[in-house]
Nanobody
Framework: QVQLVESGGGLVQFGGSLRLSCVAS????????MSWYRQAPGKQRELVAS??????IKYGDSVKGRFTISGDNAKTVYLQMNDLKPEDTAVYYC????????????WGQGTQVTVSS
């Protein structure tokens, strides 16, 4: 089992910045993809950004140029969010995938990000 703990959410004004962190513990595999997803009320969960083996990075279209994902080891991933907009308001979830099976995917509890206009 893998546990994911997110931190760094909160309330910020339009145009402000926040940095989210996610730390993994437990049965860690060096081969992994760590991602941030978000879910706003009444909407489907969507991919925000992901970082994988060899620093392969992917961003959702709505955050390109404003958000940056990074990791400093096999256990920690960050999401730097700049130029925040009200539409970025959502619960942000950390995700870790260590294989193709359902049992190889793990989720954090989520952290709320609220952007006021």
């Amino acid at each position: 089992q893998v546990q994911l703990v997110e931190s760094g959410g909160g309330l910020v004004q339009f145009g402000g910045s926040l940095r989210l962190s996610c730390v993994a513990s437990g049965s860690i595999s060096l081969t992994n993809i760590m991602s941030w997803y978000r879910q706003a009320p009444g909407k489907q969960r969507e991919l925000v950004a992901s970082i994988g083996f060899g620093d392969m990075i992917k961003y959702g279209d709505s955050v390109k140029g404003r958000f940056t994902i990074s990791g400093d080891n096999a256990k920690t991933v960050y999401l730097q969010m700049n130029d925040l907009k009200p539409e970025d308001t959502a619960v942000y979830y950390c995700n870790r995938r260590q294989g193709l099976a359902v049992r190889d995917e793990f989720w954090g509890q989520g952290t709320q990000v609220t952007v006021s206009s």
